[in-house]
């Protein structure tokens, strides 16, 4: 069974700092997610990736697959992204196909003007 | 394009009702998942569907049903409410097969059960 934990759980940055929030899953994968949830409750999906490293904007996603890590990276912080950030990987069922997505406790990210 | 719809956005029941939840993906996409989100658990996976066919059920109890209809959309109940099924439920909807592709989800349904 895929266990999935996030570092830090909460995080505290001024305005312009680099963030990063890591995710680590105890089984194989062959992709993970990465996800925003502002307070009321909406989901918007950033990243998924299996190698390698994506950007978007200020958003960095990396992913170590022989390492079972992953990293989220915010450049030049701001106000706008306090949110908190959650990653995902599936479960492998049995017979190595990918099952349910198990879901990091979150990391509360507040970025104070 | 229009995002993923769920419908009822808030809702309130006592103990022992059931309640039904709806959810609309974006037009063209044939998957369709469903998460329960509450403070101590935090997201948790109930189910998810593709072509109307459900693919994968999570760790919770007969209670939780849901279905898939042929135009996609798909509705989840939930029978004999308990008080620890107050939750946010979201649901979420992809073009491809669960796990393949991105996820869009809806703004989610808040249940309340007193």
């Known amino acids: 069974k895929n266990e999935v934990e996030q570092s830090p759980q909460n995080l505290t940055a001024q305005e312009g700092e680099f963030i990063t929030i890591n995710c680590s899953y105890s089984?194989?994968?062959?992709?993970l997610h990465w996800l925003q949830q502002h307070p009321g409750g909406g989901i918007v999906s950033l990243f998924m990736l299996s190698s390698g490293k994506k950007k978007h904007g200020r958003l960095i996603a990396t992913i170590n697959i022989q390492e079972k890590h992953s990293s989220l990276h915010i450049t030049a912080s701001h106000p706008r992204d306090s949110a908190v950030y959650i990653c995902a990987a599936p479960e492998l069922n049995y017979g190595g196909s990918q099952g349910n997505l198990i879901f990091g406790k979150g990391t509360k990210l507040s970025v104070k003007p | 394009k229009a995002g993923v719809t769920q419908t009822p956005r808030y809702l309130i029941k006592t103990r022992g009702q059931q309640v039904t939840l709806s959810c609309s993906p974006i037009?063209?996409?044939?998957?369709v998942s469903w998460y329960q989100q509450t403070p101590g658990q935090g997201l948790q996976f109930l189910f998810e569907y593709f072509s109307e066919t459900q693919r994968n059920k999570g760790n919770f109890p007969g209670r939780f049903s849901g279905r898939q209809f042929s135009n996609s959309r798909s509705e989840m109940n939930v029978s004999t409410l308990e008080l620890g099924d107050s939750a946010l439920y979201l649901c979420?909807?992809?073009?491809?097969?669960?796990?393949?592709?991105?996820?869009?989800f809806g703004e989610g349904s808040r249940l309340t059960v007193l």
């Open positions: 979420a909807s992809g073009r491809d097969l669960p796990n393949t592709g991105e996820l869009f």
């Open positions: 037009s063209g996409h044939r998957s």
């Open positions: 089984v194989g994968i062959s992709a």
